[in-house]
C-alpha cells in the first residue's frame, strides 16, 4: 500500500486513532495479530492507532472484518447518523490503489453498498480472500473476473454473486475501465482478509 493512496478526510484521522485501538482490543488481540490478519506489519498498524499515518479504504475495509464491525464504526459513526436514502450529491469520492468508491449505502450496516470506478491495468493481479458474501453489478465497461481457476468476462448488465472465501480478483478489460455496484458482508470472525498476491505482473494493489 503506497503512501500516495487517499483515505478518510485528514480531520477525520484523530477519531479514527483511538477508534482503531479500541476496537482491537475489544477483539482481544495483539498489535501484531490484528496486523498480521489485516496484511499489515505491526509497525504500520502502530503509525495508524497513534495517527502518525493515515488509512486508505481498503486498510479500512480489512481492519473492520478483522474486528467484525463496519467501516462507519471504525470512522466513529454511531447508530444515529444512519439514513436509509443515500443521495448522489453525499456521495463523496474516496480513491485508493487506483480505485474510485462512492459509498452507496448506508453506514453501520452489515453489508457495505459501494460504487466502484475501476481503470484498466489497476489492481488486477492481487488475489483476495475473506469471510462473507460479495455480490457485484457491471455499470459500465468490460469487467475481469477471476474466481478460483476460472475466469469470467462480464459487461454492462450482468452481475455475480459469490463466496469472497473463493480465491478472487478484479480487473478492468478495457482501457477505459470499468464501473460496477458492489456489495460485501462483514461477518463477525477472528478470520482475515487475507491478501494472497500480487501474483506476476506489475501493479501490485489491495480490492475490496
Do not use: K
Not at 459501494?114 to 483476495?128: A, E, F
Not at 473463493?166 to 478495457?174: C, G, L, S
Request: some cysteine.
Amino acid at each position: 500500500m503506497s503512501s500516495s493512496e487517499t483515505g478518510p478526510a485528514e480531520g477525520t484521522v484523530a477519531a479514527v486513532a483511538p477508534q482503531l485501538r479500541e476496537l482491537r482490543r475489544r477483539a482481544a488481540l495483539t498489535l501484531e495479530t490484528a496486523a498480521r490478519a489485516a496484511g499489515l506489519s505491526p509497525a504500520h498498524l502502530s503509525r495508524l492507532e497513534t495517527g502518525q499515518r493515515q488509512p486508505s479504504l481498503p486498510m479500512l475495509l480489512s481492519l473492520a472484518r478483522v474486528y467484525g464491525t463496519t467501516v462507519a464504526e471504525l470512522l466513529g459513526e454511531t447508530a444515529a447518523d444512519r439514513d436509509a436514502v443515500v443521495r448522489a450529491a453525499d456521495m463523496e469520492p474516496t480513491s485508493a490503489g487506483g480505485w474510485t468508491y462512492y459509498r452507496a449505502g448506508a453506514p453501520g450496516r452489515g453489508m457495505h453498498a459501494l460504487r466502484v470506478q475501476v481503470p484498466y491495468g489497476s489492481q488486477g493481479d492481487v488475489v483476495r480472500v475473506h469471510p462473507g458474501e460479495e455480490w457485484l453489478h457491471v455499470l459500465r465497461g468490460r469487467l475481469r473476473l477471476r474466481l478460483g481457476d476460472t475466469e469470467h468476462r462480464l459487461t454492462a448488465g450482468d452481475g455475480a454473486h459469490f463466496d469472497s472465501m473463493t480465491p478472487h480478483r478484479i480487473a478492468a478489460q478495457d482501457p477505459d475501465g470499468v464501473e460496477l455496484l458492489f456489495v460485501h458482508t462483514l461477518l463477525q470472525s477472528p478470520a482475515a482478509a487475507l491478501c494472497l498476491g500480487p501474483a506476476a505482473g506489475p501493479n501490485p494493489g489491495e480490492m475490496p
